[in-house]
Each structure stands twice: as structure tokens, then as C-alpha cells.
């Protein structure tokens, strides 16, 4: 059975940084398509980033414009765990934020193309 168990969100001030974490079990992250996805209220779930597998993709990294120079996504292979460091936070960073494993042939950067997901964490950036 594959879970994604995110934490690390939280209150924080314009211009603040916050590293969500991703932990994974009955995958291992390193032959898996990782990404993050957010969520904010009324809107759609939007692609943040991807770490792709190491075979064959070689570990690409990719970020949504929006995040851009902002946010930084990495992985450690030991504790099978994905991070997100989001730095320079806006409010319309505020946003539910899901951790998700790819499972399919799809674009990385759609929802549907992902089989796991996490409970999501919340991200709140007050101005």
C-alpha cells in the first residue's frame, strides 16, 4: 500500500519561507515521478514542481512559472522522503499543498497523471 504523509505547513509572514516534507511508503521515491500540487480556495489544484526518477529521467527537476526562483524541490533517497522549500512566500501562495506519485505515462504537470496522493498540508502566508 503506497502513502504520502506531508508535513512541515503553517502561518507565516509575507516574504517567509517554510520546507514541507513528503514522506513516502510502499514506493520508493528514486524509480518514481514525484510532484507537488497546490490548491487554493475556489480554484484548481496547480502543478509546483516535479522530481522525476533517476532511471531514465535522470532526477529532472521542473517548477511551475509561478514558483519559479522561489521554491526548491529535492529528494532524500535514504529516508525516502520528498521536500518542497518554499522561500520568498506571497499571499497568493496560500494554498493547500499535495505531495503526489506519478503512476502513469502522462504529463507531469496533470492531475490526473498521478495514482498517490497525500492529506495535503496547509500553507497560509498573511501580508
Known amino acids: 500500500q503506497v502513502q504520502l504523509v506531508e508535513s512541515g505547513g503553517g502561518l507565516v509572514q509575507d516574504g517567509g519561507s517554510l520546507r514541507l516534507s513528503c514522506a513516502v511508503s510502499?514506493?520508493?521515491?528514486?524509480?518514481?515521478?514525484m510532484c507537488w500540487f497546490r490548491q487554493a480556495p475556489g480554484k484548481e489544484r496547480e502543478f509546483v514542481s516535479a522530481?522525476?526518477?533517476?532511471?531514465?529521467?535522470?532526477?529532472?527537476?521542473y517548477y511551475g512559472d509561478s514558483v519559479k526562483g522561489r521554491f526548491t524541490i529535492s529528494r532524500d533517497d535514504v529516508k525516502n522522503t520528498v521536500y518542497l522549500q518554499i522561500s520568498s512566500l506571497k499571499p497568493e501562495d496560500t494554498a493547500v499543498y499535495y505531495c503526489?506519485?506519478?503512476?502513469?505515462?502522462?504529463?507531469?504537470?496533470?492531475?490526473?497523471?498521478?495514482?498517490?496522493w497525500g492529506q495535503g498540508t496547509q500553507v497560509t502566508v498573511s501580508s
Open positions: 503526489a506519485a506519478k503512476a502513469t505515462m502522462g504529463s507531469i504537470q496533470s492531475v490526473s497523471s498521478y495514482a498517490y
Open positions: 510502499g514506493r520508493t521515491i528514486s524509480s518514481t515521478d
Open positions: 522530481i522525476l526518477r533517476i532511471r531514465l529521467s535522470g532526477g529532472s527537476i
